[in-house]
């Protein structure tokens, strides 16, 4: 099973890699908290699942889309919603969702992380990082 589990993984990476620029609409839930984790500088959402930039991302603008976004939701905001902590601010994806991004890299979950503090994402395909 677990060799299953990463061969799933891997071909979402795989996927990413290759359709970031398609669209893609489900994207995580919006909210506006935000952890830090002291110990070691994590970002995490409202529930503790651990933030992460994308390096081929330009400031202020996803690159992230169709496949991409399926392995690397996005993390929404909604209209109106304030910033969960300093340095946070909402920018536009392609379709008009909004997403948040810390001091203009946009953030995103990973489906590998099934509990809060769990870090799998962290170096994916040598363009995931943890946010901080």
């Not at 990463?6 to 620029?21: E, F, I, N, S, T």
Request: hydrophobic share 40%; glycine share 14%.
């Amino acid at each position: 099973m677990k060799t299953a589990s990463l061969l799933v993984l891997g071909c979402l990476v795989a996927a990413c890699d290759g359709a970031y620029a398609n669209g893609y609409s489900g994207y995580a839930a919006s909210g506006t908290e935000i952890t830090q984790i002291a110990s070691s500088d994590i970002l995490t959402g409202p529930d503790g699942m651990t933030l992460y930039t994308f390096d081929r991302d330009a400031a202020g603008v996803s690159k992230c889309y169709g496949d991409c976004a399926t392995a690397w939701p996005p993390y929404v905001a909604a209209s109106g919603d304030a910033a969960p902590a300093a340095g946070f601010t909402a920018i536009e994806r392609r379709d008009g969702t909004l997403q948040w991004a810390k001091d203009g890299e946009p953030l995103y979950f990973w489906v590998g992380d099934t509990r809060p503090g769990d870090v799998t994402g962290d170096g994916v395909g040598g363009v995931w990082h943890i946010a901080r």
